[in-house]
């Protein structure tokens, strides 16, 4: 089963898919409504997200360390030292947020 095949039923009467009875309580309860019936969803695709901002913070936060790094002890030095760090950022920049 597809994600599409779990999305799209509720919206197509061929589906025989029963549709449950709309309120028509005002528009917040509509939005809550349509909500319920795809929390799962919804909580994959914020988890996601935000995993995706952690890493984009951690990149823009070791930035500040490569430049003091090579400012301090010129580019050779510091690729020499700082390898690792540059190797996790690397990994976390087409990595994580590619398979995110």
Do not use: Q
């Not at 952690?54 to 020499?80: E, P, Q």
Request: with cysteine; charged share 10%; proline share 8%.
């Amino acid at each position: 089963m597809s994600i599409s095949d779990a999305i799209y039923p509720p919206f197509d009467p061929a589906s025989g898919y029963p549709l449950p009875a709309l309120p028509f309580n005002g528009p917040i309860t509509l939005l809550l409504h349509f909500i319920s019936m795809f929390r799962g969803v919804l909580v994959a695709l914020a988890l996601c997200s935000m995993a995706i901002e952690v890493i984009n913070l951690s990149i823009a936060c070791r930035l500040s360390v490569i430049v003091d790094g090579v400012a301090k002890h010129g580019a050779s030095a510091f690729l020499r030292e700082a390898w690792p760090l540059l190797t996790f950022l690397g990994r976390l920049l087409f990595l994580g947020r590619r398979l995110l």
